[in-house]
């Protein structure tokens, strides 16, 4: 008889990031060190002055001795394991709020507000979940491209993929409900504050302008991953109407109405904070907390069993918050080989001047390959714009179609990208394995980098 074959264990993310440590780390020996001058965190144009490197062989397991002015060393293995601390370090804010949602998330699991607010909401949509993907994933990217929204939904993920295992859907449907209308908004950003303060005035025009253009650009995007999202759903569940009779939920009772009007009251705040008041991860993870504790005086039961239920949901997210780190840990890697500019540098030159719709293109071809070393939104464009800038005005591309370039390259890798710092805090609240993620959204990653470039070369066409 022949013994059945043995189903192949998928590679744990951590083993992917520390293959691109070691990547980034070779990295340094292999590309020269150079640098820009900077006002602030601002590139300078035509500043770059290359560095002499030390590559001798003594350095390859402790740091070398011979860097000092005008010097640099690559990167020992010494170096690229104490990356990892310090990575954990630099991204301390945001796995410390990550933890506190997934705590907050077991009190709300543990006192069933989840599977009951996921039966109400199926009940509101009549069962139908086509109906309900559309008007979620609407309200999303809506969020993300007109205020700039990301870490603020994560509080939000947990629920939409316990409600995609209610209603028979693997978990990761529910994810991406979220996390594509998240990066659609991002893409488009019509007046998304994040990427277009910094990005815009670096290219003399005023904050927010061409916000019609990116608004025809959030259409079309939105309609390609809400197309996306149902052909999945109907090959996963042929069948897309539920029984409400299945998912009914109980009478709302006194404390799960006083969990869900704190939940909403601490969403606004939430909101209303990274907003107006532009507060950032401590404040945030303050409000978790604040909330947390609410939760729990409002659910009922015990402090022990609050604290129990806190714990196990911090529990679920810990090994994927160290990720967060890991990822961190690249990036300064990268920046202690000092080749981040050599490679933004080298990616200036390969643009060029080849006519107008091939340097948009190029130039979002940069932004791609960017986005992967340089996943902050903000850091991005305070490095490539003031340099992207001066070449696309050579090559006749409008400063609003540098600006979607920027945007698309910037979105569209960060939907994949293992360094990115939010994704991998976005597979954290899920409980989502980023192989998974990358073999689900591979499709609609590829269709979204063929929309771009067809949507730069209207842009350009349109003279923007």
Same mark, same amino acid.
């Given at each position: 008889?022949?013994?059945?074959?043995?189903?192949?264990?998928?590679?744990?993310?951590?083993?992917?990031?520390?293959?691109?440590?070691?990547?980034?780390?070779?990295?340094?020996?292999?590309?020269?060190?150079?640098?820009?001058?900077?006002?602030?965190?601002?590139?300078?144009?035509?500043?770059?002055?290359? =560095?002499?490197?030390?590559? #001798?062989?003594?350095?390859?397991?402790?740091?070398?001795?011979?860097?000092?002015?005008?010097?640099?060393?690559?990167?020992?293995?010494?170096?690229?394991?104490?990356?990892?601390?310090?990575?954990?370090?630099?991204?301390?804010?945001?796995?410390?709020?990550?933890?506190?949602?997934?705590?907050?998330?077991?009190?709300?699991?543990?006192?069933?507000?989840?599977?009951?607010?996921?039966?109400?909401?199926?009940?509101?949509?009549?069962?139908?979940?086509?109906?309900?993907?559309?008007?979620?994933?609407?309200?999303?990217?809506?969020?993300?491209?007109?205020?700039?929204?990301?870490?603020?939904?994560?509080?939000?993920?947990?629920? $939409?993929?316990?409600?995609?295992?209610?209603?028979?859907?693997?978990?990761?449907?529910?994810?991406?409900?979220?996390?594509?209308?998240?990066?659609?908004?991002? =893409?488009? #950003?019509?007046?998304?504050?994040?990427?277009?303060?910094?990005?815009?005035?670096?290219?003399?025009?005023?904050?927010?302008?061409?916000?019609?253009?990116?608004?025809?650009?959030?259409?079309?995007?939105?309609?390609?991953?809400?197309?996306? $999202?149902?052909?999945?759903?109907?090959?996963?569940?042929?069948?897309?109407?539920?029984?409400?009779?299945?998912? #009914?939920?109980?009478?709302? #009772?006194?404390?799960?109405?006083?969990?869900?009007?704190?939940?909403?009251?601490?969403?606004?705040?939430?909101?209303?904070?990274?907003?107006?008041?532009?507060?950032?991860?401590?404040?945030?993870?303050?409000?978790?907390?604040? $909330?947390?504790?609410?939760?729990?005086?409002?659910?009922?039961?015990?402090?022990?069993?609050?604290?129990?239920?806190?714990?196990?949901? $911090?529990?679920?997210?810990?090994?994927?918050?160290?990720?967060?780190?890991?990822?961190?840990?690249?990036?300064?890697?990268?920046?202690?080989?000092?080749?981040?500019?050599?490679?933004?540098?080298?990616?200036?030159?390969?643009?060029?001047?080849?006519?107008?719709?091939?340097?948009?293109?190029?130039?979002?071809?940069?932004?791609?390959? =960017?986005?992967?070393?340089?996943?902050?939104?903000?850091?991005?464009?305070?490095?490539?714009?003031?340099?992207?800038?001066?070449?696309?005005?050579?090559?006749?591309?409008?400063?609003?179609?540098?600006?979607?370039?920027?945007?698309?390259?910037?979105?569209?890798?960060?939907?994949?990208?293992?360094?990115?710092?939010?994704?991998?805090?976005?597979?954290?609240?899920?409980?989502?394995?980023?192989?998974?993620?990358?073999?689900?959204?591979?499709?609609?990653?590829?269709?979204?980098?063929?929309?771009?470039?067809?949507?730069?070369?209207?842009?350009?066409? =349109?003279?923007?």
């Amino acid at each position: 008889m022949t013994p059945a074959p043995t189903q192949r264990r998928a590679t744990n993310p951590i083993v992917i990031l520390l293959g691109i440590l070691v990547l980034a780390t070779a990295l340094t020996w292999v590309i020269g060190s150079g640098f820009y001058e900077r006002e602030g965190r601002l590139v300078i144009p035509g500043s770059y002055e290359p =560095l002499e490197k030390d590559r #001798s062989l003594v350095g390859i397991v402790l740091p070398s001795e011979a860097a000092g002015e005008g010097r640099v060393a690559a990167v020992s293995l010494t170096q690229s394991l104490l990356a990892i601390p310090a990575g954990l370090e630099r991204a301390a804010n945001l796995i410390f709020m990550v933890l506190l949602i997934g705590g907050m998330f077991g009190i709300l699991d543990r006192a069933g507000v989840v599977e009951n607010g996921i039966n109400r909401l199926l009940g509101a949509a009549r069962g139908n979940v086509g109906i309900l993907v559309i008007v979620l994933m609407t309200i999303f990217s809506a969020g993300s491209a007109f205020l700039g929204l990301a870490s603020e939904y994560l509080i939000v993920i947990p629920v $939409m993929t316990a409600m995609a295992t209610r209603i028979g859907l693997p978990s990761i449907v529910g994810f991406a409900i979220v996390t594509i209308a998240v990066k659609i908004g991002y =893409l488009a #950003s019509v007046t998304n504050p994040i990427p277009l303060t910094i990005a815009q005035p670096l290219l003399g025009v005023p904050i927010f302008s061409g916000a019609p253009l990116r608004l025809g650009f959030y259409a079309v995007f939105l309609t390609a991953g809400i197309a996306f $999202m149902l052909y999945r759903l109907r090959k996963l569940k042929p069948e897309t109407r539920v029984d409400l009779e299945a998912h #009914s939920a109980p009478p709302l #009772s006194l404390h799960e109405g006083a969990m869900l009007a704190i939940l909403v009251t601490g969403i606004g705040v939430i909101l209303a904070g990274s907003t107006r008041w532009g507060w950032s991860h401590h404040e945030l993870s303050t409000c978790y907390i604040a $909330m947390s504790l609410a939760l729990a005086a409002a659910s009922g039961t015990s402090a022990s069993a609050n604290a129990d239920a806190f714990v196990s949901g $911090m529990k679920k997210v810990l090994l994927a918050s160290a990720l967060i780190g890991v990822a961190m840990a690249v990036t300064i890697v990268l920046e202690e080989g000092r080749i981040l500019d050599t490679i933004v540098h080298a990616l200036n030159g390969a643009v060029g001047e080849h006519g107008p719709y091939a340097t948009a293109v190029s130039m979002f071809g940069s932004q791609l390959a =960017l986005d992967f070393l340089i996943p902050s939104t903000s850091g991005q464009a305070a490095v490539t714009m003031p340099i992207m800038g001066p070449v696309a005005q050579l090559a006749g591309v409008g400063p609003q179609t540098t600006i979607s370039a920027f945007l698309f390259g910037n979105g569209i890798t960060n939907m994949l990208t293992p360094t990115s710092g939010t994704l991998l805090a976005y597979l954290a609240a899920g409980r989502i394995n980023w192989i998974d993620w990358a073999k689900f959204i591979l499709p609609l990653w590829a269709a979204f980098i063929f929309i771009a470039c067809v949507l730069l070369a209207v842009a350009v066409l =349109l003279g923007a």
